[in-house]
T-cell receptor
């Protein structure tokens, strides 16, 4: 079975720009969750998608948005980037309430 | 608001020692508790606990959950340098999101 794949692995953006991160879920998984992990912190829940619908959201502003596609892959979009958005962005897929399988993440640096 | 506290924040031990990592939580709509190991980027799954008092084991690692007292522990016996990592505890609530603690950074000295 293929695991969770994220792209790109690293990204540098300028404050105010927009960014799109991508995630391919593990085969057979229908739920995708996105997490932000700042340096020295645990991952923080951004939102979750199930069957192409948002299924829960953490304390993140509306400029963080997402999509899930019919093949269960997903995108995370962040508009008007701020310096504090610099972090490791992790995508995790699961089948319902089963354990989350994480990708290797995208390291975003905002300068 | 959901809250997860892991202790200690950091731990340095010698190879061969036994360590116990702690995780306490305050929740609503608790479903299960997961432990992950994070070495570089991707957290890798260790255990998923749903019932109190039932120990789960995988080699030198074991974990148990106490749903009455709202905590879990992760034990690692005969530690090896490859066990050096950040260990994350994540209760799973309501809509299946994971709420992570800050993690325990474990360093094993040869």
């Amino acid at each position: 079975e293929t695991g969770v794949t994220q792209s790109p692995t690293h990204l540098i953006k300028t404050r105010g720009q927009q960014v799109t991160l991508r995630c391919s879920s593990q085969s057979g998984h229908n739920t995708v969750s996105w997490y932000q992990q700042a340096l020295g912190q645990g991952p923080q829940f951004i939102f979750q998608y199930y069957r192409e619908e948002e299924n829960g959201r953490g304390n993140f502003p509306p400029r963080f948005s997402g999509l899930q596609f019919p093949n269960y892959s997903s995108e995370l979009n962040v508009n008007a980037l701020e310096l504090d958005d610099s972090a490791l962005y992790l995508c995790a897929s699961s089948l319902g309430a089963a354990r989350h399988t994480f990708g290797s993440g995208t390291r975003l640096t905002v300068v | 608001e959901d809250k997860v506290v892991q202790s200690p924040l950091s731990l340095v031990v010698h190879e061969g020692d036994t360590v116990t990592l702690n995780c306490s939580y305050e929740v609503t709509n608790f479903r299960s508790l997961l432990w992950y190991k994070q070495e570089k980027k991707a957290p890798t799954f260790l255990f998923m606990l749903t019932s109190s008092g039932i120990e789960k084991k995988s080699g030198r690692l074991s974990s148990i959950l106490d749903k009455k007292e709202l905590f879990s522990i992760l034990n690692i016996t005969a530690t090896q340098t490859g066990d050096s990592a950040i260990y994350l505890c994540a209760p799973q609530f309501g809509n299946e999101k994971l709420t992570f603690g800050t993690g325990t950074r474990l360093t094993i000295i040869p």
